[in-house]
């Protein structure tokens, strides 16, 4: 089946669904939306989109204009997709199906949850770690974010505090009045996984630090810290991101900077992960590609995608991202797959992808009239980075190929330079 439909073929109980979904969300039911009526038959596509979500298609819980009229261009009149679109978001703390329905019913249109990549979809990479007892840290669904990542065996903050009660001190109101017994029959913790804020950072930020400073126990302490320390797989990088309010918001980038900060200040060493994955990402890009590949592939477009268009409004996660994986296919084509390193599996399917084109729009967290970190700062000297510790900076990095206002924009950018205009 397609991995888009918003017409009669998909039957009454689809439109049920859509309706549904745009009712929870609180949106009125409208009419299905169709496509610009585009003329003769098409060559099969040989580019596709990665799309950002949070301030190019949405600004907290409600929809950009734009984004529905550049929906319109992606769709043709029997309200099918007309290239394959992929949606990548840094977001964490919702399930990949309740994601895709909620773009169902702000976008108008039927979301595939194999079409969302949330910033920890790539940990269904790490096998290796699957089967081993690891702290989760972030908030929503936690339990089922990490299960459906394939992680078996999960221990969450409030589970571990509950087990070590005086681990937790910097609320004099959950604090005991009595001291419990100490527990033995708690196993040890072998990883952790880092999935997005928390609600309480400083509960994370403390549990988190006694369970590396333990060598995953707690309840018992070690003379000396071991090191390396526990595996640690993290996602979502973002230092800020943008929702209703006037300016940017804490991201878990800034989580990540404040458990590093206290980790090299306690123990004099460097906080290390075995998977650092969201944009910029290299891997989250590769895994993007991958679901592009496959949804071309269902809807039967033998002509490889050649061209990957990425959509953002953050120059330091999308912008340097897309750029970063452009660099790392054109190595690619000339010199083989390159090395990963320490930040993720190898990709194990060559790439059909030759370029990953980074297009700004000015919706979200970057602002034209503002540029902040995308221009010198006064004195010539140089802008502040706000990516991760582990990324080189790299401030051409930070310039897109393109700028445009908005989505709409953004697609008929594209279409255009693929000669692939609406009529």
């Known amino acids: 089946m397609?991995?888009?439909?918003?017409?009669?073929?998909?039957?009454?109980?689809?439109?049920?669904?859509?309706?549904?979904?745009?009712?929870?969300?609180?949106?009125?039911?409208?009419?299905?939306?169709?496509?610009?009526?585009?003329?003769?038959?098409?060559?099969?596509?040989?580019?596709?989109?990665?799309?950002?979500?949070?301030?190019?298609?949405?600004?907290?819980?409600?929809?950009?204009?734009?984004?529905?009229?550049?929906?319109?261009?992606l769709m043709n009149s029997q309200g099918q997709l007309r290239v394959p679109v992929v949606f990548v978001t840094n977001a964490g703390n919702s399930l990949q199906h309740s994601k895709a329905q909620e773009l169902s019913a702000l976008l108008e249109c039927e979301v595939d949850a194999d079409q969302v990549i949330l910033s920890h979809s790539p940990m269904k990479l790490f096998s290796e770690y699957h089967e081993k007892r690891m702290l989760v840290s972030g908030?929503?669904?936690?339990?089922?974010?990490?299960?459906?990542?394939?992680?078996?065996?999960?221990?969450?903050?409030?589970?571990?505090?509950?087990?070590?009660?005086?681990?937790?001190?910097?609320?004099?109101?959950?604090?005991?009045?009595?001291?419990p017994l100490p527990r033995n029959d708690f196993p040890p913790i072998e990883g952790v996984l880092l999935l997005g804020e928390p609600v309480r950072w400083e509960t994370s930020l403390q549990l988190i630090m006694d369970v590396l400073l333990s060598n995953g126990s707690p309840g018992t302490g070690l003379a000396t810290p071991p090191y390396p320390h526990l595996p640690i797989l993290a996602s979502n990088m973002d230092?800020?991101?943008?929702?209703?309010?006037?300016?940017?918001?804490?991201?878990?980038?800034?989580?990540?900077?404040?458990?590093?900060?206290?980790?090299?200040?306690?123990?004099g060493?460097?906080?290390?992960?075995?998977?650092?994955?969201?944009?910029?990402?290299?891997?989250?890009y590769q895994y993007a590609q991958d679901l592009i590949r496959r949804q071309a592939e269902r809807?039967?477009?033998?002509?490889?995608?050649?061209?990957?268009?990425?959509?953002?409004?953050?120059?330091?996660?999308?912008?340097?991202?897309?750029?970063?994986?452009?660099?790392?296919?054109?190595?690619?084509?000339?010199?083989?797959?390159?090395?990963?390193?320490?930040?993720?599996?190898?990709?194990?399917?060559?790439?059909a992808s030759q370029s990953?084109?980074?297009?700004?729009?000015?919706?979200?967290v970057y602002n034209p009239r503002n540029p902040q970190s995308t221009e010198p700062v006064l004195g010539g000297g140089q802008p502040p980075f706000h990516g991760h510790r582990d990324l080189c900076f790299s401030p051409g990095l930070m310039e897109a190929s393109h700028v445009v206002n908005d989505v709409n924009e953004a697609v008929q950018l594209v279409f255009r330079k693929e000669g692939w205009a609406s009529e």
């Open 2 to 73: 397609a991995a888009w439909g918003c017409v009669a073929s998909f039957g009454a109980a689809r439109r049920l669904c859509w309706r549904a979904a745009r009712a929870a969300a609180g949106l009125p039911g409208r009419p299905f939306r169709r496509g610009y009526a585009v003329g003769p038959a098409q060559s099969p596509p040989t580019f596709g989109f990665l799309l950002d979500i949070d301030g190019v298609l949405v600004r907290g819980h409600r929809v950009i204009p734009a984004a529905l009229e550049a929906f319109r261009r």
């Open 139 to 179: 908030q929503g669904p936690v339990v089922e974010n990490a299960q459906g990542l394939g992680f078996r065996n999960v221990v969450t903050m409030d589970e571990l505090r509950m087990a070590f009660p005086l681990l937790d001190m910097v609320d004099l109101e959950r604090r005991l009045k009595t001291t």
């Open 239 to 267: 230092l800020l991101w943008m929702a209703e309010a006037k300016m940017p918001r804490f991201g878990h980038g800034t989580f990540l900077l404040c458990l590093e900060t206290i980790y090299q200040k306690v123990t």
């Open 269 to 284: 060493k460097e906080l290390r992960y075995e998977g650092l994955m969201g944009k910029p990402s290299i891997l989250t």
């Open 299 to 351: 809807r039967g477009w033998v002509a490889p995608i050649r061209k990957l268009y990425a959509v953002g409004d953050n120059p330091m996660s999308d912008i340097y991202g897309a750029n970063l994986f452009h660099q790392y296919l054109q190595k690619a084509t000339r010199d083989g797959v390159p090395e990963l390193g320490a930040r993720g599996p190898q990709q194990q399917q060559p790439s």
């Open 356 to 364: 990953c084109i980074s297009i700004l729009v000015c919706t979200g």
